[in-house]
């Protein structure tokens, strides 16, 4: 059970490597440049259709009680392509997770720009919307997190709280407020961001283990950023 | 009365001196827990099979089974074991600070240095508490609570000696530096950093958790 698995693990990482892709091109991209291409497209549409099928039966039935061989039947394909494709089901979770996100950031590109007030209350109301979106599938995101602590190394997928973009947003939030003279020029914000991030991740216990909803857990880290912006306000405005 | 006392002082007996069955029962157990440790550790919860652990503790799969229900009893064992023991180094290395960013940084590190080596049952034990069916059971082992106890005993000696303003919400930041706590161990899993990086960030952490509490 374990070698063949462990065999197409190997496949996958291999074909997904840059350098041997780089590689393989440089030698025999003349001959088979066309070839190629087609297989390239063929891969993109198995990738595709294998993230749809997995889409559906995790919010379905469950990540846990969802078996690759069930998604590849779903999808279409053999087994043996969603593991040329992924290494393991915890990356097409964390794929699928990803791709959600463009929903999310779709919202959050349109609404950010009209945000006001305070610091504090723009700050609320970007992580407001995050809980606010993770929380209508909570157990599918609570898989999320759990699977991203069984990956092995080298693996490729995006590990849990990796987030580059609600980092940013973070970020600019906190540097425009300084622009705006609400933030001490002395704020060191990669610092708070990297505080406001840990609260924001860790609240999620509340959803886990207290099932709170995404009202109660907004309410909380509300409170958490005003704690922190109580420590980066500059002196003169307190 | 007297009825009681004697009923305890056969209890005190019995603990003393354990039958034949009942101590080779604990050394199993022990052996089981030892094998169980070392497996964990090098081949992650997951990859670590009952076989294996039976194996490697020289018995079999079944007299495993009688001892623990499944895996999941063996990794929480192992945790009680060692979330009592971190705690007490992170108590003792609280109790040397002087200040209380001293004190929240020394007993931050007591803890990043007691994993130190055991990151794949760090990684475990993270993955372990978010899944639906062995989270419960971890997150409710008493010694994750006292540890945000311990952040808010070190807040309120702080307050004590008049560092920390009377206002500073100590429930709110002892859960908050908690969180900071956790989360670093994050880096350690996936970006493989050291104990000084972690200790250097946990310095800021508290800074910038703290700033606002030292005004007012």
């Known amino acids: ?216 857990m907004s309410a909380v880290l509300e409170r958490q950023i005003t704690l922190i912006a109580e420590g980066f306000r500059p002196s003169a405005a307190a | 009365m007297k009825h009681v006392a004697e009923v305890d002082s056969q209890a005190e007996t019995r603990v003393r001196m354990p039958t034949r069955r009942a101590m080779a029962k604990q050394q199993t157990r022990a052996k089981v827990l030892a094998a169980a440790r070392e497996l964990f550790s090098t081949e992650g919860y997951e990859g670590a099979t009952i076989r294996d652990i039976a194996a490697s503790a020289g018995m079999s799969t079944g007299a495993v089974f009688a001892n623990f229900a499944d895996k999941s009893e063996l990794f929480r064992e192992i945790m009680v074991f060692d979330m009592a023991a971190v705690l007490e180094a992170m108590n003792e290395a609280a109790a040397r600070g002087r200040t209380v960013d001293d004190a929240l940084l020394k007993a931050f590190g007591a803890g990043y240095t007691f994993y130190r080596g055991q990151i794949h049952l760090v990684r475990a034990a993270l993955g372990l508490s978010w899944s639906c069916d062995t989270g419960p059971a971890l997150r409710e082992l008493p010694a994750m609570q006292d540890t945000v106890e311990l952040f808010a005993e070190q807040l309120a000696l702080g307050v004590q000696r008049g560092e920390l303003s009377q206002e500073c919400e100590i429930k709110l930041r002892s859960q908050m530096l908690f969180d900071s706590y956790l989360a670093n161990y994050a880096h350690a899993v996936f970006g493989g950093w050291s104990l000084e990086a972690l200790q250097a960030r946990s310095r800021d952490q508290i800074r910038v958790i703290l700033a606002g509490a030292r005004r007012g």
């Open chain 1, 1 to 216: 059970m374990n070698s063949p698995q462990g065999k197409w693990l190997a496949t996958g990482a291999h074909a997904g490597s840059p350098v041997n892709g780089k590689h393989f091109r440089t030698r025999r991209q003349s001959a088979l440049g066309g070839k190629l291409n087609q297989r390239q497209t063929q891969k993109e549409a198995t990738r595709r259709r294998v993230l749809d099928a997995a889409r559906d039966l995790f919010e379905t039935v469950g990540y846990e009680e969802t078996t690759v061989r069930e998604i590849a039947t779903q999808a279409g394909v053999a087994v043996g392509s969603v593991f040329t494709c992924f290494a393991s089901k915890a990356e097409v979770l964390s794929q699928v997770m990803l791709d959600r996100l463009e929903d999310l950031y779709a919202e959050l590109d349109r609404i950010t720009p009209h945000l006001r007030g305070s610091v504090v209350d723009r700050l609320s109301s970007i992580f407001a919307l995050h809980y606010a979106f993770e929380t209508r599938r909570t157990p599918l995101f609570l898989a999320h997190i759990a699977a991203a602590y069984s990956w092995r190394p080298g693996s490729d997928a995006v590990p849990y709280g990796r987030n580059p973009r609600l980092r940013g947003m973070i970020f600019d939030c906190i540097a425009e407020g300084r622009e705006r003279g609400e933030v001490t020029q002395e704020a060191d914000i990669a610092l708070i961001v990297d505080t406001l991030m840990a609260a924001y991740a860790w609240n999620y216990r509340l959803a886990a283990w207290e099932q709170a909803g995404p009202d109660q």
